[in-house]
């Protein structure tokens, strides 16, 4: 939105500058982009009088000018300067334009030096148009009437100090569209008082020949009310200076009168408007949906082909304007145009917005009419336009033509005045509240307010709340510490839940897993291939086709967002996710789980060969990791029944008997063909929800527990089946002294032809290291051989297996 200061003060009487202005006009949530003030280009630039203008002694086109100047205005003294200036009509007695030493020539792109021509001291410049960018012309300096006031501003006697101010209106004020909204807005902060707006009384002399119709489909929605008038016998010429020079100021070409005053009231009352040439209108005009096919040559010189149900404004032989969007061509208006229709009408803001979507046609007209403008102002927008056209063009006018009625926007809402305390935190007297309300046009009747016709956006209490706030400045809002409802410590904020997501989620991260945010939605084939994809979670009104179900496992997203990485060049990922997923469509069937997916190897390339494909043990361990972050008991089982979608003979379940923990293992290659990942590839997914509650809840931890006694290390290596799993002789040996047994590990395994060969058929051989850590008193070498003998025994019982000779 555009507009000039001097077309604001028609609006607002104010004496408030125009830094004030345009601070007001931010803090009331107009934000400004933009201002175009002639005063920091041209305000240097003042009346002088050339005293003796003689030749130059050294340059025959350069005459050595001694000019009369007053640098402090009219008012102040005057001082006489030397410059030497080339124009041809350089004269004694010349009243002209003087730029001191100092100043920027805007024309020019130059800054004004005391300088020496040809042997001559110049200070300073006599200007010609083009140097204060007027026009093009420079062929001689500016030549001004001598009863011009010397010592005056240029600027200020030609009229050109005013500002163009260029402020962003947010899409719910339309009323800022005009510069009576926001000369509104200014009045109501304080910075002046808005103006009357007389609409006159016009008593049309005769019968419109132009009739306008509504189709009856398009009364309740699309154009509820159209009315106009006939000016007949007026003249067409171009519009005043004054005019002009504003509509250019916003970046506008004056064209006619009739065209600049319907773009005068579009901007400066919100009021689009449209002439029709009375001559070019065959019969009435009718206001219908198109039936498809018509087209319209509109005044962009560009012809439309119009879609089924888009509003037209036809005569009785084709259609003349695309309502509320653009006129027609054919219909417009010349500087031979004697009579003329006016129309102004409501449009509905949706099929105007639909309408000028499909066709690509962005006008003035329909960025506010699909906003929506004040519909009880149609009427005396229509007044109002008329008597401009009789002032300014002269003719006569009918009577009204009217089809519809206005629409009904009467509506109100609480208004209570503590409410802004709470909402806002600003303690603001009531009487001031209700003074801002009513100075925005709000009618106030008790503990009611109803908005103004030119308020669509008011739709709600809050609302009120939040334009008594506006007005007052939210600049003022000085921030207080919220208190407590209790004295002390407050309690804890986030649930138990909350925070093993937090802490799994920091423990993944730090084994070097790169976090990702995937949609809860994936498609029906993916869903199926981890256990879902049933009609009790199939979204409705899914986003595409590609998201039609919600996923029962976090691993689809992290598999399709390693293919994308590959397909880019990166092999070796390690990705995680924690968040939720769906057994069904009810509140209860949603559980929020964390997922880790390694693909490629375990490490870069080096010159030690540390680099390895990754296998089902990464993915075990960094599960016990995550479990171990969020408190899970050190004794757990792990189990085979893992889901389908893992490896059957290299995967596992971690759990406490029927309640799981976490799953671990290599993902199925078929699924890792499905997704297009290149293996090898192994996950876990770990059920934060299932992981026990510690039975002492306590915000410190736990005592650190050590000894000061010395540690002993005792390797042993059993020969058992080749079917015995490594973890059933590590928990046989683990329990065999529960009291010094600290830890049991398995550091070698021993299988194969040659395993078989020395130690028979069928057979393997495990080593393990156990870890003894005594706490009474230190071991000694019959301890540590009863132990060992125990754990012998005990694996000999769980395995059947023996001590390797």
Partial sequence: ????????????????????????????????????????????????????????????????????????????????????????????????????????????????????????????????????????????????????????????????????????????????????????????????????????????????????????????????????????????????????????????????????????????????????????????????????????????????????????????????????????????????????????????????????????????????????????????GLDLATQMILDLCGGEASEIVVDGAVPDTARSYRFDPARVERLVGMEIPEADQRATLTALGFTLTGDQAAPPSWRPDVQGEADLVEEVARVASLSKLVGKPMSRRQPGVPKPILTPLQTREKAVRRAIAALGYNECVTYSFIDQTAAAAFGGGADAVRVENPISSEMTHLRPDLLPGLLRAAARNQARGFMDLALFEVGPVFSGGEPGEQVTVATGLLIGASAARDPYGSRRAVDVFDAKADAEAALAAIGAPAKVQITRKVPAWFHPGRAGVIGLGPNVLATFGEVHPRLLQAFDVKGPAVAFTVQIANVPQPKVKTPTRPALAISDLQAVERDFAFVVDAGVEALTLVNAAAGSDKALIDSVRVFDQFTGDKAEAQMGAGKKSIAITVRLQPQQATLTDKDIEAVSAKIVEKVAKATGGALRK
């Fill in 1 to 380: 939105m555009k507009f000039t200061l001097s077309w604001l003060k028609d609006h607002l009487d104010t004496d408030a500058t125009l830094d004030a202005i345009l601070t007001a006009l931010t803090d009331l949530g107009h934000e400004v982009e933009d201002v175009s003030n002639p005063e920091a280009r041209l305000g240097a630039f003042r009346i002088c009088r050339v005293i003796e203008a003689v030749q130059h002694p050294n340059a025959d086109r350069l005459r050595v000018c001694r000019v009369a100047t007053w640098p402090n205005g009219p008012e102040g003294a005057m001082e006489e300067v030397q410059v030497v200036c080339g124009a041809p009509n350089a004269r004694t007695g010349l009243v002209g334009v003087f730029a001191p030493a100092g100043t920027h020539v805007p024309g020019t792109g130059v800054d004004l030096k005391p300088g020496n021509i040809r042997g001559v001291d110049s200070n300073g410049m006599l200007c010609s148009e083009r140097e204060l960018e007027l026009s093009d012309d420079h062929n001689g300096i500016i030549d001004l009437p001598e009863d011009a006031p010397v010592g005056m501003r240029f600027i200020d006697y030609r009229g050109l100090n005013d500002p163009m101010i260029y402020v962003k209106i947010t899409p719910n004020r339309p009323d800022g569209l005009g510069v009576r909204g926001l000369a509104r807005d200014l009045a109501a902060r304080g910075l002046g008082t808005l103006k009357a707006l007389e609409i006159p009384a016009i008593k049309g002399g005769f019968a419109s020949p132009v009739g306008v119709k509504i189709d009856d489909s398009l009364k309740a929605r699309g154009c509820p009310l159209f009315a106009g008038r006939t000016i007949r016998g007026m003249k067409n010429g171009p519009s005043p200076d004054w005019m002009q020079a504003r509509l250019k100021a916003i970046g506008l070409r004056p064209i006619s009168a009739l065209v600049d005053i319907t773009n005068y009231f579009t901007f400066g009352l919100n009021r689009p408007l449209h002439v029709f040439d009375v001559a070019k209108v065959k019969g009435d005009l009718r206001i219908h949906p198109a039936a498809g096919g018509e087209e319209l040559l509109a005044l962009d010189g560009k012809t439309y082909a119009l879609k089924p149900g888009m509003m037209l404004i036809s005569d009785d032989a084709q259609p003349e304007s695309l309502a509320g969007i653009m006129g027609g061509e054919l219909s417009g208006c010349t500087e031979d145009t004697t009579d003329v229709f006016l129309e102004s009408a409501y449009w509905d803001p949706i099929t105007i917005a639909t309408t000028g979507r499909a066709l690509k046609i962005n006008s003035d007209a329909r960025y506010r009419f699909e906003r929506g403008v004040d519909p009880a102002f149609t009427l005396p």
